[in-house]
């Protein structure tokens, strides 16, 4: 059984035992009653389980009340959740209505004004003083009003506070999420969902497992809400969230998860539900959790190098298709097979065992390790997400030194393609440009989606560079922090780009945002 403890969020119950949940959130504008309840209703129709609604101001949670009311007269029960960042008095207003509050501990209390403060240990308890007493009374309201709480840590939205005592790290994630469930322990609040976000998948799965141990010093267990923040669209986006979702499903970490797509939010309920189905049936193959290490910074094995593979150099890719020009083909791998230390992974015990005896295996053999396996599955899909899956677990704790990727229902290219595709999601390889986007969401009053597909379009050949597409200014510039350029939306249809964290332009109409963006790249 999985070590979280059981809640419930209206009629759904997580933690435990219980099945995971399926989560999405709505894009519309929330003050569009009708629009809004009409894409609750599909994502219902879709298989979700619980809504989430952006609810910014007063002005939304009050539209919101109304869609919740028409939603239950309108016979659906699915909990709705109100989504909110920097208002106290928002929360508190919407925990008497719906059936859970997300805030966000970077920016609920907390400020981000990129400022890096000094604190004495008796002023940043000073801080965490504060934050309590203005939790107080939304902890009493959902008391009484059995409403759940998630407290959704950012990665692009730590406060100022958290990064200049930890930095902009895995272990401030922690620490962000663990002050708050700390100050709602201590008042006895548990109707309590903790998530660490992020758009990189390492930081992600990093911060999940520190916070876990962090939980389980403190005899806490309260159910984890999963998800790789700003995934994009398409393939990529499919396979950085199974990579980040999925390696911590499979290690018993999770009780309900989003998929955050830049597509329209009832795309991403299907390939939720395919992550979970074959998480469930890694783990049953495997006949227990596959087990991790929790480490605060990302390290790969020590191992010797041999033929420019393994030694601490950049992950390889075996493979024989005819692009793979800078690594190594099987044929050579085969021919020289004596310098490499090769380990197959066979199904879902035989990578749990890898797990288990890495440690004893890198310490009696220090040759290249190269991880190979070879998949029977005939459904591209399926094929695609459980390799990711399966090698994100290795990746994330640097357990090899080349992936070895093989299919009998798919050629070469498609192999290749996928161990690429992989290893930038993991950001230990770059093969294309990198573009972080946003699922979008009330708050997003541009064009997202097809800004996006113009920015893939136009700029996916600039191999290493990183670009951001945002829909807002909540999460969008932290989480494209450290891109090297960035479209953020800033009103209606007009957006700003950054270059290096830092706006350059300004109220830029939409359609000439890829022009704009051209210029700056080119100059």
Known sequence: MKPSKEIKIGNIAIGAGNDIAIQSMTNTDTNDIEKTLGQIVSLIDSDCQIVRVTTPSLREAEALVKIHQK???????????????????????????????????????DKKLNKTLEYTPKEYQAELDKIEERLLPLMELCKQHNTAIRIGVNHGSLSDRIISQYGNTAQGMAMSGIEFADIMQRHNFTNLVMSLKSSDVKTMIKATQLFVEMMKDRKMSYPLHLGVTEAGSESEARIKSAAGIGALLISGIGDTIRVSLTEKPENEIPVAHLIVEISEKIINESGDFIPYKTEEKYSRIKTTEKWAIGGGLP????????????????????TNIEDFNILKIEGGRSLREFHENISEIVSQDSRPLIVKRTYQIADADEFMLRASIEFSGILSQGLCDAIWIESPHFDDKFNYQLSNEILQAMDLRRFKAEIVSCPSCGRTLY????????????FSHHKGLKIGVMGCVVNGPGEMADADYGIVGAGNGKVWIFKAGKAILKNIPEEEAIETLRKVIDS
């Open 71 to 109: 939603l239950r007269e309108m016979g659906h029960q699915t909990p709705i959740v109100a989504d909110v960042h920097f208002n106290p008095k928002v929360a508190e207003f919407m925990s008497q209505y719906v059936e859970k509050v997300r805030i966000n501990p970077g920016n609920y209390v």
């Open 315 to 334: 992950l390889a890719i075996i493979s024989n298709c005819a692009e793979n020009r800078a690594d190594k083909s099987v044929d050579f791998i085969e």
């Open 447 to 458: 064009d997202i989606e097809k800004l996006l597909k113009a920015v893939k379009a136009e």
